[in-house]
């Protein structure tokens, strides 16, 4: 009876698994066509994660040694600056993400991960992805496209923060992620644009 009941747990918790691996895999071939072999590694070597609202994935001074793809949820990376959090990125859902710094140079992180939302991750270590990219050349090309968009929008923020007004920040923040106001607080808005959350307040108000 005992092993009747074990083995349909096992059952469910792989067909949950297939259910949300096709997710990712989805994901992924939108960026390039995956042969059979790599989309088996792929399913054989990422593995499921669950996380509550508040919950933090990193923090300060933390290895990294993950990546991470966000299936549902959301993060947001920030660092202390004389006991003050700044908030300096955002991930949504289909976002692959880590302390990026980190993982590529090994490092202890400046910057610490929490998540806003109960949130799906799945994740690879360090070293599997690259035994995986050594082996399928089009999931190199997919891990150099995840580098591209972090860094892409690094230097966007960059540029904004130099170049244009709060106003124009907001207006393009509101532009590229319509739906930041609904699921994130003010006062993480308005840090990661560089502003007071009074100020943010009287851009709201006058737009």
């Excluded at 549902?72 to 700044?86: D, K, P, S």
């Excluded at 692959?96 to 270590?125: G, K, N």
Aim: a neutral charge; proline letters at 1%; charged letters at 25%.
């Amino acid at each position: 009876m005992g092993l009747s009941r074990l083995s349909k747990e096992q059952n469910r918790c792989v067909n949950i698994k297939v259910i949300h691996i096709e997710k990712l895999l989805q994901h992924l071939r939108n960026y390039h066509q995956l042969g059979a072999s790599a989309e088996e590694a792929v399913t054989a070597n990422f593995e499921v994660l669950y996380f509550h609202r508040n919950d933090h994935l990193m923090v300060e001074g933390a290895t990294s040694r993950y990546m991470y793809f966000l299936e549902e949820g959301l993060v947001r990376g920030y660092y202390n600056l004389e006991g003050r959090e700044i908030t300096h990125w955002f991930a949504f859902e289909n976002d692959f993400f880590t302390s990026f710094h980190s993982f590529i140079t090994h490092q202890p992180a400046v910057e610490s991960l929490q998540f806003l939302e109960d949130s799906c991750t799945w994740r690879i270590s360090k070293d599997r992805l690259e035994r995986l990219c050594q082996n399928h050349h089009e999931l190199e090309r997919l891990l150099r496209i995840a580098y591209e968009k972090y860094y892409l929008r690094l230097e966007e923020r960059f540029v904004n923060a130099q170049f244009r007004s709060a106003t124009e920040r907001y207006q393009d923040l509101l532009h590229q992620m319509p739906h930041i106001i609904q699921r994130i607080p003010l006062g993480y808005i308005a840090s990661y644009l560089g502003i007071t959350q009074e100020t943010l307040s009287r851009i709201r108000r006058k737009l």
